[in-house]
C-alpha cells in the first residue's frame, strides 16, 4: 500500500508538473499577442505617429504611454515564462542551458525599459532614462538573438524539437539580418520599420517556442492507470 500512496504521489506531481510547464508555454504565447495588440492600438490611439520612421518604444511617451509600458511589462513576463515552460521539454546541454538563461536576461531588460521610457526621435537633450532604456534594449536584443542562435543549434540534436529547427533557423538568420541593417542604417527614414520588422521576427520565434513546449508538456502528461489501482 505505500508503494501505491508513493506511486500515486509521483504520478500527481509529474502531472501537475506537466500541466505548469503548459501553463508557462501558454503564458509566453498570450503575452506576445499582447504586446502586437497593445503597439497595435498604441498606434492608432497616435494620429501623428509614423510607425515607418519611429521606434516602438517611443509609443510609452505621452498620454497613451502606459499601454506600451504594459506592452513591455507583458513581454518581461513572457520571456520569463518561456524558460520556464522549456526547461524540462529540452534536452540538458550547455547550449539549450545558457539559452534559458539569456531569455530570463532579455526578460528582465524588457522590465527595465517598461520602467525607463525612451527619449523621442530627434529630442534635443538626452535623459537618463531615455539612455538608461537604450541599453536595456539593446542587452534585450541581443540576449533573444543568442537564444536563438543556441537553441537553433540545439533543436537539430534534440528530438523532440527537430521539426522546428527549420523554422527557428530562418527566424534566426531573418532577425539577425535585420539587427545589423538596423545597426548599419542607424536612424533612417525606415528605423521604425525595421524595428517592427525584427521585433515581430523574435516574438514569433517565442510564441512557436511556446506553443511547441506547452504540446510537449501535454505530451508528457503520465497516464491515469496508477489512480486506477487498488
Known amino acids: 500500500m505505500r508503494r501505491l500512496r508513493d506511486m500515486r504521489a509521483a504520478f500527481r506531481a509529474h502531472h501537475l508538473l506537466a500541466w505548469a510547464t503548459a501553463?508557462?508555454?501558454?503564458?509566453?504565447?498570450?503575452?506576445?499577442?499582447?504586446?502586437?495588440?497593445a503597439v497595435s492600438v498604441g498606434e492608432s490611439?497616435?494620429?501623428?505617429?509614423?510607425?515607418?520612421?519611429?521606434?516602438?518604444s517611443e509609443l510609452a511617451v505621452g498620454r497613451y504611454g502606459w499601454l506600451q509600458v504594459s506592452a513591455f511589462v507583458a513581454l518581461g513576463l513572457s520571456l520569463w515564462a518561456l524558460p520556464a515552460g522549456m526547461w524540462r521539454r529540452v534536452r540538458a546541454t550547455v547550449s539549450s542551458r545558457l539559452g534559458l538563461v539569456l531569455l530570463v536576461v532579455c526578460g528582465a531588460s524588457?522590465?527595465?525599459?517598461?520602467?525607463?521610457p525612451t527619449?523621442?526621435?530627434?529630442?534635443?537633450?538626452?535623459?537618463?532614462?531615455g539612455d538608461v532604456h537604450e541599453v536595456?534594449?539593446?542587452?534585450?536584443?541581443?540576449?533573444?538573438?543568442?537564444?536563438?542562435?543556441?537553441?537553433?543549434?540545439?533543436?537539430?540534436?534534440?528530438?523532440?524539437w527537430r521539426h522546428f529547427h527549420p523554422v527557428s533557423?530562418?527566424?534566426?538568420?531573418?532577425?539577425?539580418?535585420?539587427?545589423?541593417?538596423?545597426?548599419?542604417?542607424?536612424?533612417s527614414v525606415v528605423a521604425g520599420l525595421l524595428q517592427r520588422t525584427?521585433?515581430?521576427?523574435?516574438?514569433?520565434?517565442?510564441?512557436?517556442?511556446?506553443v511547441q513546449a506547452g504540446r510537449l508538456s501535454l505530451a508528457a502528461r503520465p497516464a491515469r492507470s496508477v489512480d486506477r489501482a487498488d
Do not use: K, N
Open 136 to 160: 536595456a534594449a539593446s542587452v534585450g536584443y541581443a540576449c533573444l538573438i543568442s537564444a536563438m542562435l543556441l537553441f537553433s543549434w540545439h533543436f537539430r540534436r534534440d528530438h523532440s
Open 23 to 37: 501553463l508557462c508555454g501558454a503564458l509566453a504565447v498570450l503575452g506576445v499577442l499582447y504586446f502586437f495588440a
Open 169 to 187: 533557423t530562418a527566424l534566426t538568420v531573418t532577425g539577425l539580418a535585420v539587427l545589423i541593417a538596423m545597426a548599419v542604417t542607424g536612424e
Open 198 to 210: 525584427m521585433a515581430a521576427t523574435l516574438l514569433v520565434w517565442v510564441a512557436l517556442a511556446g
Open 110 to 116: 524588457s522590465f527595465v525599459a517598461a520602467a525607463f
Open 45 to 56: 490611439l497616435q494620429p501623428m505617429y509614423d510607425p515607418v520612421t519611429r521606434t516602438i
Open 119 to 129: 527619449d523621442l526621435r530627434g529630442a534635443v537633450v538626452a535623459t537618463v532614462s
